[in-house]
């Protein structure tokens, strides 16, 4: 393979595609795509004509993108902003897209992450973050996975573990407020339950909805991050927290208990609580010993000792946390709300601060900030 004949063609190939009409960024994903091909398919049979052959690959590839995203538009175009209730029959092409990327030939976390990319529509930078590795990183995974799926054909669906955790990852990122993909992952999560007769794809739309429910209620006016403790809820979607239990319990019944049930009982359990000091937390501890059981997960492990704590008390929840590494994230925000609730403020407030400094997201960073400043001003007044 001659590479100094693929980099001397690059730029040539790029500035035909943009003259086509593509935009930089999608000829420069384009002509990567037909450089990987090229890759692959040039030593065993060599064009005669390369730079004629890598304009045709890649204004292909540039085709081809620009209708699924033409197609994904038009799926989104069709969501209503808040989910309907009830089954949604019929066959999803994104549906069975998602399940076409979590192809065999990948290792699930790289499944996860090409799926996210190509059918969610989500930036190297927001997988990242949701997958809490560098940037770099996720990129070069992603490279690995187009690469190892080039030329494949995706004629063996994938597992069902793998689309789910695509779903769920794709909900949390819409949910978070940095890509509106909640509504989406909720109606794909619903057909998936309706193709599907498999108790953590009930689990898992159970859960989405759950949260979903309170999501008017997890900022304030100006933006600012409530915590769940402190929303109103009055503002919860009831509807949809009854459609999410009933879900959830016949999903139990079927005693096959998975993550997914597992969390939307947690989840159930907050909802049903009237106030947050009526909140049943030893139950909650209870089915996060369950979560710890399932998945050995450090940070379920973290989400325990938030429990432990309102359960047995804040000594109770820094003896758990201590259990756990540090640089696990959120584990400070953790402590300090441990500490603050032992009385120990100095401390508390310290962390809240540290905290902040640690937070990707612009909110979590502002709410951390506030309820540092918030205690040292108590502090100064006592």
């Not at 190939?13 to 994903?29: H, K």
């Amino acid at each position: 393979m001659d590479e100094a004949l693929l980099r001397s063609l690059t730029p040539s190939v790029l500035g035909i595609l943009v003259r086509r009409g593509a935009s930089f960024a999608a000829a420069e994903d384009a002509v990567q795509e037909a450089l990987v091909e090229a890759v692959r398919v040039w030593p065993a049979d060599m064009p005669r004509e390369p730079k004629g052959w890598l304009v045709t690959v890649a204004w292909r590839r540039f085709l081809d993108a620009a209708r699924a995203d033409a197609a994904r538009r038009r799926r989104e175009d069709l969501v209503d902003e808040e989910p309907p209730p009830g089954p949604a029959p019929g066959v999803d092409d994104t549906l069975q897209l998602y399940f076409l990327c979590a192809h065999p030939s990948l290792t699930p976390s790289s499944a996860v992450a090409l799926t996210l990319r190509a059918v969610g529509g989500l930036t190297t930078r927001q997988i990242a973050r949701a997958y809490l590795v560098p940037e770099a990183t996720m990129a070069q995974r992603i490279s690995r996975a187009k690469r190892t799926v080039s030329g494949v054909r995706f004629d063996q669906p994938g597992d069902v573990a793998t689309v789910l955790r695509v779903l769920y990852l794709v909900f949390n990122e819409g949910y978070s407020g940095d890509v509106d993909l909640a509504a989406e992952a909720i109606r794909l999560t619903r057909r998936l339950a309706a193709a599907i007769d498999h108790p953590e794809v009930a689990g898992l739309l159970a859960l989405m909805l759950l949260h979903h429910a309170r999501r008017s209620a997890r900022t304030g006016p100006d933006g600012s991050l409530v915590p769940l403790a402190e929303q109103d809820r009055g503002r919860w979607d009831t509807g949809m927290i009854a459609e999410g239990v009933a879900i959830l319990q016949s999903a139990l019944a079927r005693d096959r208990l998975g993550e997914f049930q597992a969390q939307a009982a947690v989840a159930a359990l907050h909802a049903d609580a009237p106030s947050a000091g009526e909140t049943d937390w030893v139950q909650i501890v209870e089915w996060y010993d369950e979560l710890v059981r399932l998945t050995d997960s450090p940070v379920v492990r973290l989400n325990r000792a938030v429990a432990v704590g309102e359960a047995d008390g804040p000594r109770a929840g820094l003896t758990a946390l201590a259990e756990l590494d540090e640089a696990l994230p959120r584990h400070t925000a953790v402590a300090a709300y441990l500490h603050e609730r032992d009385g120990d403020l100095e401390t508390a407030a310290r962390l809240y601060a540290e905290a902040a400094r640690k937070a990707s997201n612009l909110a979590e960073r502002d709410h951390l900030t506030r309820r540092a400043a918030r205690l040292t001003q108590l502090r100064r007044t006592d």
